[in-house]
């Protein structure tokens, strides 16, 4: 079976089918849930959440039920970063010498350090890129609402985060339902009314959400909330100004298509692509969406309704709950797989462009490529025909690549297609 293939047809224009995904396990067993270290399949979690990317490509999950924070290589090596593996606590210290209380959300700043949503003490705490743990704000053991100086100010159940470029630590107040900001050594609240859960829109304090999960930041500093219990995707601009931005507070589903046509369930945690897609962890569809730069809602990876482990090709991926996302280095998209205790690598379908140039018809085939895989472009210039190699396998480099065909041969048709090499 060819996988993640996509296909252009030349007859005086171009159709464009979409590839279908992979997925591949990284890391943990699925279904067996436990606190060791290791490589592969020998590392288990115990309900892994969020997951962020660093600057060298090495992966961080907030292990929940596990207290702690683990790293993950690309190659699948596991080990504890930060906190006691299945030892609940609040201790402020060096690596495994630091507590944590399920932890869920995850976000780096531009110097490398780590900002932890640390759910279950309701606070928000910073690791340096040496592991030393510190609370950053709120108090541990002390749900509730108030802004002021970092050091006194309460949150309940703080998930998502996300990162300005100023530096500010943006926090999904959960429990709160509402969007807090810590800057300059304060906290404050950026968007949403405070304790009172609801699906207005409007500006700053005069909008509603009703817990709030996940946190993304485009490129224009547009904030984009999962609002789990409305099932919708909110954007907020910089001024504070709120909209649902994809599906109908109160209408959950599984429909793709336009922003406002589409449906979400209970959406976790949200990621953009260096496209400027915005990726969504729809955890209760058991599906990941994609919300492309177009506005076009799609389902990429599980199918709705329907829990599972499975990895495979061609539609075959399973999950359960998922959760955590981000994009790794090479562009691929990792995701924790909560309820499977897994963490898994997602590789995205992509679209080819085609164009065309010259009297002799030169075509030149582009497409998004994930750093490190391998492509082999195919044609055919009749439908019955077995397919032909154009060149040799390329691997990818960068985010991008194409192949150029000089030799149309004059045929009114010719069908290619990219897939995923060995």
């Avoid at 099932?231 to 959950?252: L, N, Q, Y």
């Avoid at 018809?361 to 025909?385: E, H, M, P």
Wanted: charged share 10%; glycine share 14%; proline share 3%.
């Amino acid at each position: 079976m060819k996988k993640l293939s996509a296909i252009l047809i030349l007859f005086v224009f171009a159709f464009v089918l979409h590839a279908q995904d992979a997925v591949t396990t990284l890391a943990g067993q699925a279904l067996v849930s436990g606190a060791t270290n290791g490589t592969g399949t020998n590392a288990v979690f115990n309900d892994p959440a969020a997951i962020v990317v660093d600057a060298t490509g090495n992966f961080f999950v907030a292990d929940s039920q596990n207290d702690a924070i683990r790293m993950v290589t690309t190659n699948g090596v596991v080990t504890t970063f930060a906190g006691q593996l299945g030892v609940a606590g609040s201790a402020n210290g060096a690596g495994t010498g630091a507590q944590f209380n399920s932890p869920s959300g995850l976000a780096f700043d531009n110097n490398g350090n780590l900002f932890v949503s640390d759910t279950g003490n309701s606070t928000i705490r910073e690791i340096t890129p040496t592991g030393v743990v510190s609370t950053f704000a709120g108090i541990a053991g002390s749900s509730g609402f108030a802004d002021g100086a970092a050091g006194g100010a309460q949150f309940s159940s703080p998930l998502g985060l996300a990162i300005a470029p100023n530096g500010a630590v943006y926090v999904a107040d959960s429990g709160n339902h509402c969007i807090r900001v810590i800057s300059g050594g304060g906290v404050s609240t950026f968007a949403g009314s405070p304790g009172i859960w609801g699906s207005a829109d409007g500006v700053g304090t005069n909008a509603q959400f009703n817990g709030p999960v996940g946190l993304a930041f485009d490129s224009s500093t547009n904030l984009f909330v999962s609002d789990a219990n409305n099932d919708t995707i909110r954007k907020v601009t910089p001024d504070g100004t709120v909209s649902t931005f994809a599906g109908v507070a109160g209408a959950d589903g599984s429909t793709d298509g336009t922003l406002a046509n589409a449906r979400f369930r209970s959406p976790a945690e949200l990621v953009f692509d260096k496209k400027g897609n915005l990726f969504v962890a729809d955890s209760l569809n058991q599906t990941i969406r994609k919300i492309s730069t177009n506005g076009i809602v799609s389902t990429v990876s599980g199918v709705a309704g329907i829990f599972g482990a499975g990895d495979g090709v061609n539609g075959a991926g399973r999950f359960y709950n998922p959760y955590g996302l981000a994009i790794g280095v090479d562009g691929g998209l990792m995701m924790t797989d909560t309820y499977n205790e897994l963490v898994r690598v997602v590789l995205v379908p992509f679209t080819l462009s085609l164009q065309m140039s010259g009297a002799a018809q030169t075509a030149v085939i582009s497409w998004d490529a994930v750093i490190g895989k391998n492509y082999q472009v195919q044609f055919k210039n009749d439908l019955t025909a077995a397919w032909t190699n154009l060149g040799a396998t390329m691997t990818a480099t960068n985010l991008n690549l194409s192949a150029t065909d000089n030799a149309t041969g004059g045929s009114k048709q010719r069908v290619y297609r990219v897939t995923v090499a060995p």
